[in-house]
């Protein structure tokens, strides 16, 4: 079963688009600042938005045409930064809502990039290596006048990897005549990658997760944790909160979700993974229903897949003391009030999964200075700048008596406004 269908079906009709999330969490913001008309219209809409249609030569010698999307939501604090995912469903108001949520997220960690987000439209599972090398290359190629390691930076996303920014930097490098290993981040060590990059969103997840138990006063070690999407985020989740002396009883993936109260052992389960391409099937685990995996009796769940799968419906049966997003735009509006008054700690995906950004901001660093530094260097950074942004995030949350996601966005969104206005308007 495709992750598309399983996020329709699990909100069971009352699905609701990502920009429409996105949009009503700025107003929601914006509702508790003091921001002119004028900027709040502007933090409304997408600075720039890129789409292309461009043939792609496929495995058997046809010619295929796919339609692909960049867009900058908001470069007022830095260059453009946002992934780049291949998935069948994606589309133009998708790529707005990713690059919107990127513009607070980065705020929020306090570095110097705007937000931005791309995508094609493709299922990369029914496609060859080559096939997608050829098509990331034709991608790149119409984006470029958008890319720029001063201008806009991809990263991966979902189903993209270090292979696919390889494929980017490359293409880019050919057209302006030298190697610019900048111009992406997640990039493979060989061609300029940094260290600890591959685990970045998860272990930043973690820092999260180790802060908000201390705060509420919530024991990890033998703390129970589900996680629904077992890809790179999710399963380096489980990693470290296993690691952590966390109980992981249930994991999903795109296959199946599987169940085990008494947990699982997360190392044997990403080698059955990597060795069968799913977690289905694992010894000594019982198969449920996907959208099961979300109302689990647990202490920590972690949204790890896409949009839009804690709802009104399901949110009254969540019985997870803290919820960490680490995937973008899991929970929607009207779940995170049925959340709050249920007593449920929401971790946002703005503050829960900005490791990645963050690891993506120092590997341009690296890149831009020509220098490397070791994974404990690397990992070192990152913790501290988790740290800062959930303990800024909490003092608002409880200055102003609102909830986590709600003081993340007053954060992001203040800090852009206030650049905004720094900066002024030209001509």
């Known amino acids: 079963m495709k992750e598309s269908t399983v996020q329709r079906e699990s909100t069971k009709g009352a699905y609701i688009h990502p920009y429409e999330m996105a949009l009503e969490q700025l107003d929601q913001a914006a509702g508790l600042l003091d921001l002119s008309p004028g900027i709040y ?3 409304r809409r997408c600075k720039r938005e890129l789409i292309v249609h461009f043939p792609v030569r496929m495995a058997d010698n046809s010619l295929r045409t796919f339609t692909g999307y960049r867009v900058q939501h908001n470069v ?9 995912r291949y998935h069948p469903d994606v589309d133009l108001d998708e790529i707005r809502a990713l690059a919107m949520w990127m513009t607070w997220k980065c705020a929020v960690v306090d570095i110097p990039f705007g937000g931005a987000k791309g995508g094609v439209v493709c299922n990369p599972k029914k496609m060859s290596e080559g096939e997608l090398e050829r098509l990331t290359r034709r991608y790149t190629t119409e984006i470029s006048p958008f890319l720029g390691p001063a201008a806009d930076i991809p990263a991966p996303d979902v189903y993209t990897n270090p292979q696919t920014m390889a494929w980017i930097m490359d293409t880019y490098s050919m057209h302006v005549g030298y190697t610019v290993p900048a111009v992406v981040t997640g990039k493979p060590l060989s061609v300029g990658g940094s260290a600890g990059r591959e685990d970045a969103t998860g272990r930043g997840c973690v820092v999260a997760i180790q802060e908000a138990a201390e705060h509420w006063g919530m024991r990890l070690p033998e703390a129970r944790v589900a996680v629904q999407g077992f890809g790179n985020a999710g399963a380096v989740t489980a990693h470290y909160l296993s690691q952590a002396g966390a109980k992981v009883i249930a994991v999903s993936d795109s296959s199946g979700a599987i169940h085990n109260p008494r947990g699982f052992d997360v190392a044997r389960l990403r080698a059955h993974k990597a060795e069968t391409g799913s977690v289905v099937g694992f010894p000594d685990s019982e198969s449920i229903p996907p959208g099961d995996l979300l109302e689990l009796e647990c202490e920590v769940l972690v949204p790890a897949a896409l949009e839009g799968q804690i709802v009104r419906e399901n949110a009254p049966r969540i019985k997870a003391r803290i919820v960490a997003e680490a995937a973008n735009g899991p929970t929607t509006p009207a779940a995170d009030r049925i959340l709050a008054e249920n007593g449920v700690v929401v971790l946002p995906d ?3 999964n900005a490791g990645g950004v963050v690891v993506s901001y ?16 690397v990992f070192q950074s990152l913790e501290g700048f988790m740290s800062k942004a959930f303990h800024s995030v909490y003092s608002i949350a409880q200055e102003r008596k609102v909830e986590m996601r709600t003081a993340a966005l007053i954060l992001g969104v203040s800090r852009v406004a206030e650049a905004t206005r720094t900066r002024g308007i030209y001509p």
């Open 362 to 377: 120092l590997e341009w660093v690296q890149c831009i200075q020509k220098f490397s530094w070791s994974e404990q260097q």
């Open 41 to 43: 219209q502007m933090l």
């Open 350 to 352: 703005i503050l829960a």
């Open 76 to 84: 007022t604090r830095g260059p453009g930064k946002g992934g780049i």
